[in-house]
């Protein structure tokens, strides 16, 4: 089991930029994928972002791609989501996510280990 903390959300203006981060725990932490999901008022859970732990690309939801970056600190344990361009559909509960494959992330599969999500705010 792996243990997820998410933090960084907050109220932020259209353009503007956030970064969340997701500290994981658990001496298998490394074994996992990591994604970040988002879930709007009245809307299912969706894939945002995911990456391997291991490095190597991201990968992204077109409505995200070219403004969001998925990166990992292996030795913080921390994957982070920076938001640039910021729109008003973004505002959404944002949610970490540890599973065993990178592609069941990028499909959107909602399994594995979760935070307790952290609120994000994009004013127009």
């Known amino acids: 089991q792996v243990q997820l903390v998410e933090s960084g959300g907050g109220l932020v203006q259209a353009g503007g930029s956030l970064r969340l981060s997701c500290a994981a725990s658990?001496?298998?932490?490394?074994?996992?994928?990591m994604g970040w999901f988002r879930q709007a008022p009245g809307k299912e859970r969706e894939f945002v972002a995911g990456?391997?732990?291991?490095?190597?690309?991201?990968y992204y939801a077109d409505s995200v791609k070219g403004r969001f970056t998925i990166s990992s600190d292996n030795a913080k344990k921390t994957v982070y989501l920076q938001m640039n361009s910021l729109k008003p559909e973004d505002t959404a509960v944002y949610y970490c996510?540890?599973?065993?494959?990178?592609?069941?992330?990028?499909?959107?599969?909602?399994?594995?280990?979760w935070g307790q999500g952290t609120q994000v705010t994009v004013s127009s």
């Open positions: 990456i391997n732990w291991s490095g190597g690309s991201g």
């Open positions: 996510n540890a599973q065993y494959s990178i592609r069941t992330i990028m499909t959107g599969t909602l399994g594995g280990s």
């Open positions: 658990g001496r298998t932490f490394s074994s996992y994928a």
